[in-house]
């Protein structure tokens, strides 16, 4: 399931820092809501693999040092998700939240507006897909000092990639379709290489364009949970081209 949110906002600026922001409204919704699915996805699962992504329009906009500038003071927050059932908390969670002001750092965010999109349909075996928000590639070995981000440029990071998208793939759909994982084929198309900041961190992300070739359940899979690492933090959301 698929959505976007008009979120308002009494001033311009927001802190560079901006998916921190949308992730504490998601939570603080999802809490008000049911305390029972925020607390198996952020506390007795924190580390587990979460099946929706989302990313941010902010027409106009200017990014400075640590703020970004928002003339038209209007975010539309993108959100997807594989679970029909965690679609229907997200819709829920925000229509009772609608009009309430939630604070962040030197402003307000009011909800305004929340609208279904209507998803498109995967029959075949290959897929071409464009970045909504960055895709992350990530290798982490055990602690955030031993953790780095990768550019799809390299074959490094394409290597890395095709890692995560394995794990991604086996934690949501088990080892019994392992050999469906391992026949996916995915080219680079186009890719810019963007830096953004993530919890007083600048990650390395990727604005691309793949083709993934694989079977169609994968394929849907991953167009509406999302592509890479950190989907639940606002990276790795696409759209079918």
Same mark, same amino acid.
């Given at each position: 399931?698929? +959505?976007?949110?008009?979120? #308002?906002?009494?001033?311009?600026?927001?802190?560079?820092? %901006?998916?921190?922001? @949308?992730?504490? #409204?998601?939570?603080?919704?999802?809490?008000?809501?049911?305390?029972?699915?925020y607390?198996? &996805?952020?506390?007795?699962?924190?580390n587990?693999?979460?099946? +929706?992504?989302?990313?941010?329009?902010?027409?106009?906009?200017?990014?400075?040092?640590?703020?970004?500038?928002?003339?038209?003071?209007?975010?539309?927050?993108?959100?997807?998700?594989?679970?029909?059932?965690?679609?229907?908390?997200?819709y829920?969670?925000f229509?009772?939240? %609608?009009?309430?002001?939630?604070?962040?750092?030197?402003?307000?965010?009011?909800?305004?507006?929340?609208?279904?999109?209507?998803?498109?349909?995967?029959?075949?075996?290959?897929?071409?897909? %464009?970045?909504?928000s960055?895709?992350?590639?990530?290798?982490?070995?055990?602690?955030?000092?031993?953790?780095?981000?990768?550019? #799809?440029?390299?074959?490094e990071?394409?290597?890395?990639?095709?890692?995560?998208?394995?794990?991604? #793939?086996?934690?949501?759909?088990?080892?019994?379709?392992?050999?469906?994982?391992?026949?996916?084929? @995915?080219e680079?198309?186009?890719?810019?290489?963007?830096?953004?900041?993530?919890?007083?961190?600048?990650?390395?992300?990727?604005?691309?364009?793949?083709? &993934?070739?694989?079977?169609?359940?994968?394929?849907?899979?991953?167009?509406?949970?999302? @592509?890479?690492?950190?989907?639940?933090?606002?990276?790795?959301m696409?759209?079918?081209?």
């Open positions: 399931m698929r +959505f976007n949110v008009e979120l #308002l906002l009494d001033q311009e600026s927001i802190p560079k820092d %901006k998916n921190r922001i @949308i992730l504490s #409204l998601l939570k603080y919704n999802f809490s008000s809501y049911d305390k029972e699915y607390s198996e &996805i952020y506390e007795e699962g924190k587990r693999t979460k099946d +929706f992504t989302f990313s941010l329009y902010m027409r106009n906009c200017t990014f400075l040092r640590e703020e970004i500038m928002i003339p038209d003071k209007k975010i539309i927050l993108n959100f997807s998700t594989y679970s029909a059932e965690e679609g229907i908390i997200f829920n969670s229509l009772r939240n %609608k009009g309430m002001k939630y604070p962040i750092k030197n402003n307000v965010m009011k909800i305004n507006r929340i609208n279904l999109v209507k998803e498109k349909t995967i029959c075949t075996d290959e897929a071409i897909y %464009k970045a909504m960055p895709i992350v590639a990530r290798s982490h070995s055990g602690d955030n000092n031993k953790t780095w981000y990768h550019s #799809l440029t390299s074959k990071g394409q290597e890395v990639f095709m890692n995560n998208l394995k794990y991604q #793939l086996k934690d949501a759909f088990g080892e019994d379709r392992i050999l469906d994982f391992e026949e996916l084929e @995915i680079v198309l186009h890719n810019k290489e963007v830096k953004v900041k993530n919890y007083g961190i600048e990650v390395v992300g990727n604005v691309c364009r793949l083709k &993934i070739k694989g079977k169609p359940y994968i394929l849907d899979y991953l167009y509406k949970a999302g @592509i890479g690492s950190q989907k639940s933090s606002g990276f790795g696409v759209d079918l081209v």
